[in-house]
Every structure is written in C-alpha cells, then in structure tokens.
C-alpha cells in the first residue's frame, strides 16, 4: 500500500520504510521458480476459504507468516482476530500476486526517488529476500537491510533492532 502510495502520489512520500514487502509480483517476475514453494500454502488457504473455515486459513496464514508461535499457543481471542479478518489476505492476492496496480509493467518503481529502507529478517520466508533484492534493484535509493535472527514479524520479535535500521535511516534522510 505504502509503495503505490509513492507511485500515485510522490508528492506525499518523504520516504518508505517496507517491512518484509510481500509483493510477490516482483519475485514472479525476477525468480518465478521462487513462488513454488508458497503454492501449497497459497492452495490450502484458499480450500479453507472455499469451505469457509476461516479459522483453518487463519491457521495456515500463522504457519508461514507468523512469529513463529504455534496456532494453539496463540490466545482464542488472537484466533477469533485473525480468523475474522483473514478474508484480507485473499482479497490482496491480485496486487500482491498480479501486479494489479501495474507497478511493475508501467517502470513506475524505476521512477521514485525518495529514499526507501527495505527491511527483512534473516530467517524469513527464500521469497522475501528475492522481493527486495528485486525491489532494491528498481528504486533509485534503496537501503536493504537484513536483521538477523529475525523472521516476517520482525517488528514484533526484534523491535530494537528494527527500530534502530529505522531511526538511522531515518536519520539520514
């Protein structure tokens, strides 16, 4: 959301700091063999959809992209959250998957020119590195940072480390 924001409206946009951006689009396009190994994911959240068991599509979002807790240690009212509002993530799946905005296509990414901190834990899903490496590669003042012992929840788990990348960089724009 953040980086179409600064695509549409530049003018608005100082700088960007993405957080394991999960543009998929651009691994599909740099790497496509890098998307295999999310399919069975991506497949069982959408069956679990289709059923409308949302809390075993909450269940399987957790399993890939959470911080590494376990569904039954997490809270029944955490579960009831996610599992409420796990409609989302399918809804996303054509901006995040299909370039929907047209970002990639268009060159737009080549045109920004605010400065962009590309944030990602060393122990994240193979993808995520790929998507900022892709992204780092298109925009013109990319930082990509790697925080070690971290995973997609980085913010949440190594909330120091992150912030610190964050107030530098900062910093320095």
Same mark, same amino acid.
């Given at each position: 959301?953040?980086?179409?924001?600064?695509?549409?409206?530049?003018?608005?946009?100082?700088?960007?700091?993405?957080?394991?951006?999960? +543009? +998929?689009?651009? $691994?599909?396009?740099?790497?496509?063999?890098?998307?295999?190994?999310?399919?069975?994911?991506?497949?069982?959240?959408?069956?679990?959809?289709?059923?409308?068991?949302?809390? $075993?599509?909450?269940?399987?979002?957790?399993?890939?992209?959470?911080?590494?807790?376990?569904?039954?240690?997490?809270?029944?009212?955490?579960? &009831?959250?996610?599992?409420?509002?796990?409609?989302?993530?399918?809804?996303?799946?054509?901006?995040?998957?299909?370039? $929907?905005?047209?970002?990639?296509?268009?060159?737009?990414?080549?045109?920004?020119?605010?400065?962009?901190?590309?944030? &990602?834990?060393?122990?994240?899903?193979?993808? @995520?590195? @790929? @998507?900022?490496?892709?992204?780092?590669?298109?925009?013109?003042?990319?930082?990509?940072?790697?925080?070690?012992?971290?995973?997609?929840?980085?913010?949440?788990? &190594?909330?120091?480390?992150?912030?610190?990348? @964050?107030?530098? +960089?900062?910093?320095?724009?």
């Amino acid at each position: 959301m953040a980086l179409r924001l600064a695509v549409e409206q530049p003018e608005k946009v100082r700088s960007l700091t993405l957080i394991e951006p999960v +543009f +998929f689009a651009v $691994a599909g396009q740099d790497v496509p063999a890098s998307l295999v190994a999310a399919q069975p994911y991506r497949d069982a959240l959408q069956a679990a959809l289709d059923k409308g068991d949302y809390r $075993a599509a909450a269940r399987a979002f957790v399993e890939v992209w959470g911080d590494g807790t376990q569904w039954e240690a997490l809270p029944e009212t955490q579960q &009831h959250a996610m599992a409420q509002r796990i409609h989302i993530v399918a809804a996303t799946e054509d901006a995040l998957y299909n370039d $929907a905005s047209g970002m990639l296509v268009s060159g737009a990414l080549e045109r920004l020119d605010q400065p962009v901190l590309l944030l &990602h834990g060393a122990q994240s899903e193979a993808v @995520i590195p @790929i @998507i900022n490496t892709g992204l780092a590669a298109r925009l013109k003042r990319a930082k990509n940072v790697r925080i070690e012992g971290a995973s997609h929840m980085l913010p949440m788990t &190594h909330p120091a480390l992150c912030g610190a990348e @964050i107030k530098t +960089f900062l910093a320095a724009v």
